[in-house]
C-alpha cells in the first residue's frame, strides 16, 4: 500500500504557538504539496504563501481551516515567497472573493508581467535550452507542454511589493522580510527572530534542493543571487525551519551548509567535465547524477530534465563569472572551455 509522507497528510499540524503548518496538494507534481503557514493575530490569520488555485487545493485549505475554527475569508493578509503557481495563485482567487491583501517580492514584477501578456514559461524556457545544447529536450519540452495554456487570470498583481528587507507588525509578532534572490528574482523569506522560526518558502528546502531560475525572466546569474541569499539567511541566528516543501526542521544553519556544500561540489564537477571535454551545458548535464537516487538525464522525465541543464546552466554560468572557465559564444550554442593560463603571458604571445 502507498502510504503518503506525514508532512503531505492534508490537515492543520501545529509547529509553534500560534503557527500552524498547513499542506495543500499539487496533483501531478511530484513534490506534492506545498506548506501554506498560518499564523493566528488578533485580527484574524496571516499566512506564509496561499496555495496553487485549484479546486481540491480549496477545499483542502477549507478543511483545514475550519478544524481551526477559521474560514478562509478569516484571513487578513498573505505573504507570498514568490510567484510560483503553487504559491501564489490561490492568494489571487481568494482575494477575489474576500478582498484580502496579498504582498510579494518586486523582483517577480516582471514574471507577473510576463504572464499576463498571455505569454507561456514554456517559450522562454524554450530558448533557453536550444541555447544550453540541448534542442531536443527543447523540442520535447514544447511538446508536452502544448495544452498549458496561461491563465492570465491567476497572475493578477499583488496589492503589496516588497522592496528591500524590513520589519512587518502581524499581531504581536514581528516578522522580518528578507529579499532571497535565487529560486527566483524577488523570492523572500520571512523571520520571526523571537519565536526562532524561519519561514522559507523554497529558498530552503529540507531534502531537496531548489530549483534556480525557474522564471520566464531570469537573472543574469541566479546561481550566484541564490549562492549569496543561502550566506544572508546564514548569518541570521539559527532558528527552525519551516519549508515550503516537506516537514519542519530543527535547523536552518544545518540545512544551508549542506545546500552550499552541494552547489561547492556540483560546481567542481561542472569545472573538472569541462576540462575532460564537455562543451555544453546539455553535454554537462549528461554526465552528472541526478536527484538522490543518482539517475541520468536521459532517464528523468522532460520536466525534470529540462530543470537539470538549465541548472546546469547555471553552474557554468557561475564559473565563467568567476573566470574559472571561459564562455565562447561564437555560435548560437555558447561553449565552454578551461581557461589557457598563458593567454596574457607576452612571452606566450
Not at 258 to 271: I, K, P, S
Request: charged share 25%; glycine share 8%; hydrophobic share 40%.
Amino acid at each position: 500500500m502507498n502510504i503518503p509522507p506525514a508532512w503531505t497528510e492534508p490537515t492543520a499540524e501545529q509547529v509553534a504557538e500560534g503557527v500552524f503548518r498547513i499542506p495543500l496538494p499539487l496533483p501531478n507534481d511530484a513534490l506534492r504539496a506545498v506548506n501554506v503557514y498560518l499564523i493566528r493575530t488578533p485580527d484574524g490569520p496571516v499566512c506564509v504563501d496561499a496555495g496553487w488555485a485549484l479546486e481540491e487545493s480549496r477545499r483542502a485549505l477549507d478543511a483545514s481551516l475550519h478544524g481551526l475554527g477559521h474560514e478562509v475569508g478569516d484571513i487578513t493578509r498573505f505573504l507570498v515567497t514568490h510567484a510560483h503557481r503553487d504559491h501564489y495563485t490561490q492568494a489571487v482567487t481568494v482575494r477575489r472573493e474576500f478582498g484580502t491583501r496579498v504582498s510579494l517580492g518586486i523582483g517577480d514584477r516582471d514574471a507577473i508581467e510576463y504572464f499576463n501578456s498571455g505569454k507561456s514559461v514554456v517559450d522562454s524556457q524554450y530558448r533557453r535550452l536550444v541555447e544550453a545544447g540541448a534542442a531536443d529536450l527543447a523540442e520535447g519540452w514544447r511538446t508536452e507542454s502544448a495544452d498549458h495554456s496561461v491563465e492570465t487570470e491567476l497572475w493578477d498583481g499583488p496589492d503589496e511589493w516588497l522592496d528591500g528587507d524590513g520589519d512587518i507588525a502581524i499581531g504581536g509578532r514581528t516578522l522580518t522580510a528578507l529579499a532571497t534572490p535565487g529560486h527566483t528574482r524577488g523570492h523572500y523569506v520571512f523571520a520571526d527572530a523571537a519565536s526562532g522560526l524561519l519561514f522559507s518558502g523554497d529558498h530552503v528546502l529540507p531534502t531537496i534542493t531548489p530549483s534556480i531560475g525557474f522564471e520566464p525572466v531570469p537573472s543574469p546569474l541566479p546561481l550566484s543571487d541564490f549562492l549569496s541569499s543561502l550566506a544572508k539567511v546564514r548569518a541570521l541566528p539559527d532558528m527552525m525551519l519551516l519549508p515550503a516543501h516537506g516537514p519542519a526542521a530543527t535547523s536552518t544553519h544545518q540545512r544551508i551548509d549542506e545546500l552550499l556544500a552541494h552547489h561547492d561540489e556540483r560546481l567542481r564537477v561542472c569545472e573538472d567535465l569541462v576540462a575532460g571535454g564537455c562543451r555544453t551545458a546539455a553535454e554537462v548535464a549528461a554526465e552528472i547524477p541526478w536527484t538522490r537516487r543518482g539517475f541520468a538525464l536521459s532517464s528523468l522525465d522532460v520536466f525534470n530534465a529540462m530543470l537539470a541543464v538549465l541548472e546546469t546552466d547555471a553552474h557554468l554560468k557561475l564559473l565563467a563569472a568567476q573566470q574559472r572557465l571561459e564562455r565562447c559564444t561564437d555560435s548560437s550554442v555558447p561553449s565552454y572551455h578551461v581557461p589557457n593560463p598563458h593567454l596574457n603571458d607576452p612571452e606566450e604571445r
